[in-house]
């Protein structure tokens, strides 16, 4: 079952799933409905049972498109993704891009499903109910390329001798730069990233260090270690995709070549490993690796998260949803480049959280945030 197809991540992964037939089918699509074109040559492809389209029209539209198909059913509705990810299968592969993949998440989750995880957002903002769900411990794979890095050094050592996680990120379009020079970027440059081919939402992230922000949090609901023991380290390269330091002083890193598709693949066969997913780093040419530290004062992302989770539960939904509403304020023109980290952080300081956690509560958070977000911004 993959969730979000016609996206950046659902793309790769069908590439994944066509390279190994014997080992891999698809039972399930979801998608938006944005891209009908793509989602219905990859109905008309790879045959699933069910395409759950969220778009009422373009699940209409598609459903006449395939007509000609036997044994395809279309749903509509945002409700007919989430029974999709309640289906009966193997394994969910969530690349659904913001919060929205939650009550996916959920679903999967509760019909005892193995889900391999691409919506860190689902995982940020309803982290006490993802643990909830969960029916055993390994139920969630996850499939961002820092994460899946850590599953695997994790490997290497045993919880106790963990001393602290190191995800690294790229840096971004705007690695090195200063916060003055970076008041008058532009939605073009931001989108510039310098090794990773993603959706725009992501880019933007990338280049605010929101989403190593966000990574940062899942890290911290993935494997259970405190804040204050997981470090961000600047590694231009993409190399390294993370590390774990274990209490003898040791360091074991995951090094590849910066393609998605090795995360994917990992994600949909764990624990095995799929044969020839990506070319392998050819150590016959010289090379250099580069670590920095980050720059929070020029990039406040992380601290910003860290701030939301020592909060609450709900402040990470807060967190998340706020910066959705500036990154598309951005987008629109209405706020600038620093205006993202900075409305964010306000609207984490204001916001006073509840008692309960539950989805109703995690809606009106992100709800109040988004309001909130929009406010701010329009008050510029």
């Known amino acids: ?57 373009a699940a209409a539209q598609l459903a006449e498109r395939l007509a000609d198909v036997r044994g395809i059913e279309v749903t509509a509705g945002m409700d007919g993704v989430v029974a999709a990810a309640g289906m009966d299968a193997d394994v969910v592969l969530n690349g ?27 995982l940020v903002a309803g982290g006490a109910l993802v643990a909830q769900a969960m029916k055993r411990p390994d139920q969630i794979v996850p499939v961002d390329s820092e994460h899946s890095a850590l599953a695997q050094a994790l490997r290497s050592g045993t919880p106790a001798e963990v001393r602290r996680l190191v995800v690294t990120a790229s840096g971004g379009a705007f690695r090195g730069a200063t916060r003055e020079s970076l008041r008058d970027v532009t939605v073009e440059r931001a989108l510039k990233h310098p090794n990773w081919d993603m959706g725009p939402v992501v880019t933007i992230n990338s280049a605010s260090m929101v989403n190593k922000a966000l990574e940062v949090i899942e890290a911290h609901l993935l494997f259970d270690i405190p804040m204050d023991r997981i470090d961000v380290v600047v590694h231009p390269q993409s190399i390294v995709h993370s ?27 764990w624990p095995d490993r799929l044969a020839d997913v990506a070319p392998a780093l050819d150590w016959t040419q010289a090379s250099s690796w580069d670590f920095e530290p980050l720059d929070e004062d020029t990039f406040p992302a992380v601290r ?23 990154v598309a304020s951005f987008v629109d023109g209405r706020l600038g480049f620093l205006g993202i980290t900075d409305t964010v ?30 406010r701010l911004v329009a008050a510029l």
């Open 243 to 269: 590390m774990v330091e274990f209490v003898d002083g040791s360091t074991i890193a995951q090094a590849s070549p910066p393609d998605m598709r090795l995360p994917i693949a990992l994600g949909l066969s």
């Open 96 to 122: 659904m891009t913001g919060s929205i993949g939650l009550r996916p998440t959920l679903a999967a989750l509760d019909a005892g499903t193995t889900l391999a995880l691409a919506n860190k957002e689902s």
């Open 304 to 326: 910003i998260a860290r701030a939301a989770v020592e909060a609450s539960a709900l402040h990470p939904a807060v967190f998340n949803a706020a910066n959705e509403e500036c």
């Open 345 to 374: 952080a306000r609207v984490v300081e204001s916001y006073e959280a509840p008692d309960e956690v539950s989805l109703d509560a995690i809606d009106a958070a992100e709800a109040w945030a988004r309001a909130e977000a929009a």
């Open 1 to 57: 079952m993959l969730l979000g197809s016609t996206g950046s991540i659902g793309t790769q992964a069908l590439d994944v799933i066509e390279r190994n037939p014997e080992r891999l089918e698809v039972v399930a699509l979801a998608a938006g409905g944005g891209s009908l074109d793509l989602l219905e040559r990859q109905a008309r492809q790879f045959r699933p049972a069910v395409v759950a389209v969220a778009g009422a029209d």
